[in-house]
């Protein structure tokens, strides 16, 4: 108990130099990977990856089914044990600046039948703040209820989770997101079973949080929204195939080499990729 | 039936008093905890844990005895319960972890042969020191006959504590059952919450064993959450809920055994949990199973008499014999099938409202939309006037094209 709190006290101090730490590195990184190499016990499914997502900058990471995409962020963040490799947030170790990171599961992964409404999500994002015991007041639930506002979910707060639709639903996440006041935000599939309005009012909030300077980083699986959308991406299939600006990195030939012979079902959307923008 | 509400006022003594308050504080830590298990998908581990406690009981008899010591010394067999159950927890730990196997499969091997490893301890504490053994079985079944004034404060005391523990961890323990991978990454260890949480089952089952016995202590881990799963949509009253129906349940099932020490204590205890599990599955208003019938009914008739206003409205005849009785019930056709003036005005306001409807979701995004899916609810309240003025702008205007 009090190791947690003693926790807690260190990571409110460790805040400031996480700021400081950005300031020094501006324009760098918000999260660096190197060598990153994840194995669930037989073969690897990410494959020594070293990737590089700038601060201010939104990414997409694609990459076929399997192709350890969603391994690859948990493994960032420290939520499935990485085999070996380094990985740096704001230029520190994770542990040092999570107050800093946002992340938002996959829905398959939730149950949605937690007895828990749209509010009580949010203001799980303000509970590192509120600490373990302190109470969670007025002020609390006018921040959560702000985060609420700005996905467009503000009369949806009383709502058990599970009575949201698909899009809903990640909107709340979004907001739990947002109420945790992150620089990086780290998004599993975000758009998967999603309708296409709010796949846009997702987009627009993420764009937003872009232009404050904020970093985004989202799994990502549908390529004909991916130019229109992400300024990077970040190819994967196990090992790394490409990263950097979507006009370099999301050419044909790095898709061909991520997805091989699957890429052929993929409709590319040919006026979306101009074959002359890969020469 | 006097001894019994005397038992049920603390009237019948004060060690029986003592023991009631003590089932009552016990059936609050379990249901509370038992929440939690529940939320987190891992009920099934507490019962793997009770079962495990077997062994530990039977072979700490044999140690104080073969120490010189006497047999039934209860926080002695406590103790021997509490290692053997954690040996049993770290079993079912290593197989899921290092193994494909399944955690039920991994509970069922780990729970059988635990348990029958203790059945045979017993039985050869039953042929090596004949007539010394006595009690030990009530730890199957639980027990308040001849339990000892310090024995019903060691239950009261640590109960109390198990309550606080679980009060404390209540916020770390809900984010890790909700978002496990949201837990790690701010900050809350998954691993540090789940063995706080499973430290606190264990200790629940330890204290429970003398009154509700290892068989049996699992029911008050799961029934009471589940029962106040049906009351609440927030984990913290469900949580409150579950300690408030495990506590009058632990409160009940003592003093009813007070005053019938025949009956098992442990058996009585969860047969008064199942009455209030059977209660909230059948009334509770949301998820009962009564009101699910009757909000079936409702909205099968609804959309009845809907589809038959607007099928009258196109002047489209009606097979539909539920349809028909419906219409007709509420006095909006004759017998002979002819609109009445109310079927008149409520079938020009059911092809309004579809119309407006249909263009509604079309105009507003579907963020705006106020309720989802429900197309039934009469639009008039849902959208404010200058909506409704767009929306028909928009109906008139496709209209004339």
Redesign the interface.
């Known amino acids: ?1 009090l190791k947690r709190l003693a ?1 807690g006290v260190a ?1 409110a101090l460790n805040t400031d130099y996480g700021a400081l730490q950005a300031h020094e590195i501006e324009g760098d990184a918000a999260l660096a990977v190197r060598g990153l190499t994840v194995s669930y016990g037989g073969a690897p499914v990410v494959f020594s990856v070293d990737a590089t997502f700038p601060e201010g900058t939104m990414s997409a990471v694609i990459g076929p089914n399997g192709a350890g995409k969603s391994t690859m962020l ?1 493994a960032a ?3 499935v044990p990485r085999l070996s490799g380094k990985v740096e947030v704001f230029g520190a170790p994770f ?1 040092d600046v ?2 800093a ?3 938002v ?1 996959q829905r398959a ?3 949605w039948d ?4 749209a509010r ?2 949010v203001l ?2 303000l ?2 703040r509120v600490g ?2 302190g109470r969670i007041g007025a002020r609390e639930r006018a921040a959560a209820d702000a985060a609420l506002e700005r996905v ?2 503000s ?1 949806f707060a009383e709502r ?1 989770i599970g009575q ?2 698909g ?2 639903q990640q909107r709340v996440f979004l907001a ?1 997101a947002l109420a ?1 006041d992150a620089r990086l935000l780290l998004l599993d599939e975000p758009f998967a079973g999603v ?1 296409a ?2 796949e846009r ?1 997702i987009i627009a909030v993420l764009h937003d949080l872009k232009a404050e300077g904020r970093t985004v980083v989202a799994v990502h699986h549908d390529l004909s929204t991916v130019r229109a959308t992400f300024d990077r991406v970040l190819l994967l299939n196990v090992r790394k195939i490409a990263e950097g600006p979507t006009e370099e990195a999301f050419t044909e030939e790095n898709l061909r080499a991520a997805y091989g012979g699957k890429l052929g079902a993929l409709a590319l959307p040919a006026q979306d990729a101009p074959a002359a923008s890969l020469h | 039936m006097s001894a019994l509400t005397q038992a049920l006022t603390l009237g019948a003594g004060y060690n029986a008093a003592l023991v009631t308050v003590g089932a009552a504080l016990l059936g609050g830590a379990a249901g509370s905890v038992g929440t939690f298990m529940f939320l987190r998908k891992r009920a099934l581990v507490s019962d793997a844990l009770a079962h495990s406690t077997l062994p530990g009981i039977a072979i700490a008899f044999m140690v104080m005895v073969a120490l010189g010591g006497d047999g039934r010394n209860l926080p002695g067999l406590l103790a021997g319960s509490a290692i053997s159950a954690a040996i049993g927890l770290v079993a079912v730990d290593l197989i899921t972890r290092h193994t494909r196997l399944a955690q039920d499969a991994a509970i069922g091997a780990v729970l059988s042969v635990f348990f029958g490893f203790g059945v045979v301890c017993l039985t050869a504490i039953q042929t090596m020191t004949a007539g010394r053994q006595a009690g030990l079985e009530t730890f199957l079944l639980g027990s308040t006959a001849g339990m000892l004034y310090s024995d019903a404060l060691l239950i009261a005391a640590s109960a109390a504590l198990c309550v606080a523990g679980v009060f404390i961890l209540r916020r770390p323990m809900t984010i890790v059952a909700f978002d496990a991978g949201f837990a790690e990454t701010s900050g809350i260890s998954v691993r540090a919450v789940d063995f706080a949480m499973t430290s606190l089952v264990l200790a629940v089952t330890v204290v429970g064993l003398k009154l509700v016995g290892l068989v049996l202590i699992v029911a008050l881990l799961i029934i009471p959450p589940v029962a106040a799963r049906f009351w609440s949509e927030r984990s913290e009253r469900v949580m409150l809920l579950a300690a408030a129906f495990g506590a009058a349940s632990g409160y009940v099932g003592a003093a009813v055994s007070a005053t019938a020490p025949a009956l098992p204590t442990g058996a009585l205890i969860v047969l008064t949990a199942f009455g209030f599990f059977a209660v909230s599955i059948l009334f509770s208003p949301h998820r009962g199973v009564l009101a699910q019938i009757v909000m079936r009914r409702r909205t099968s008739v609804r959309v009845h008499r809907r589809q038959g206003l607007l099928a009258l409205a196109k002047d489209e005849p009606i097979y539909d014999r539920m349809t028909l009785a419906v219409l007709l019930r509420e006095g909006l056709v004759r017998p002979d099938g002819v609109m009445t003036e109310a079927g008149e005005a409520q079938a020009a306001h059911a092809s309004r409202d579809e119309a407006r409807w249909r263009v509604a979701a079309a105009l507003f995004e579907p963020a705006a939309l106020p309720v989802r899916g429900d197309p039934l609810i009469p639009i008039d309240g849902l959208f404010t006037d200058d909506q409704i003025a767009v929306i028909d702008a928009h109906l008139a205007g496709a209209k004339g094209a």
């Open positions: 108990m926790a990571s948990k963040l420290g939520i542990v999570r107050q990171v946002a992340y599961p992964s939730v149950d937690f007895p828990t409404r009580d999500v799980m994002g509970y590192r373990l015991l467009g979910m009369g058990q949201l639709s899009g809903q739990r945790q309708d309005a709010t009012a």
